[in-house]
């Protein structure tokens, strides 16, 4: 469609300019009048395609084959661009290990706490502190971060002595108690 269009305007354009220079020149009797609106639409249509042929020219770009160091340079920077995120990809692996470590170390703490809460009827933070081995700072810290989250669960409950703790023993539902006594 595109193609009618262009050989259309340009057959157009081609009468235009043979009809309006023959008249100019004198090989063709054409009124004054309609010889001046020819050639204003002569003008007109030569102003239209000098417009198109300027916006769709790159006059400053070389009539060479492009050369190779535009793609060399494109593909430096997907090799850097590659590069950057496997190292983000290495970085990432390594905080995902240290959490996963970290999760693995805070897991078997949370262990040992509860063995020592239910080590004797009641218990210290202190005791539990020497029965988890907990020495720096931090460990304490993770020591009492662990026992409130136990309090807060309801496994573990303050006892009437004041610094004691208490395991809450583990229930069985009636649900289950039937269930138990049934098999």
């Not at 043979?18 to 609106?37: R, S």
């Not at 006059?59 to 950057?84: C, I, M, N, W, Y």
Request: with cysteine; proline share 3%.
């Amino acid at each position: 469609m595109k193609r009618h269009l262009f050989y259309t305007l340009l057959a157009i354009f081609a009468g235009t300019s043979v009809i309006t220079l023959a008249g100019v020149v004198g090989l063709l009797p054409i009124e004054p009048l309609l010889l001046k609106t020819l050639s204003g639409a002569l003008l007109v249509e030569t102003a239209a395609a000098i417009v198109g042929l300027f916006k769709a020219t790159n006059f400053f770009e070389s009539d060479h084959l492009p050369s190779v160091e535009p793609t060399k340079r494109t593909g430096d920077s997907l090799q850097d661009a590659l590069d950057a995120a496997l190292s983000e990809i290495k970085v990432l692996k390594e905080r995902n290990d240290e959490l996963r470590a970290n999760l693995d170390r805070r897991t078997d703490l949370e262990k040992r706490v509860w063995v020592a809460l239910n080590a004797a009827d009641q218990v210290t933070l202190q005791t539990v502190y020497s029965l988890v081995d907990a020495e720096t700072a931090v460990e304490r810290q993770a020591v009492q971060t662990i026992v409130g989250h136990f309090l807060e669960a309801g496994r573990l409950r303050k006892s009437l002595n004041s610094g004691h703790y208490c395991a809450v023993p583990f229930q069985l539902s009636s649900t289950t108690k039937v269930l138990g006594n049934s098999g």
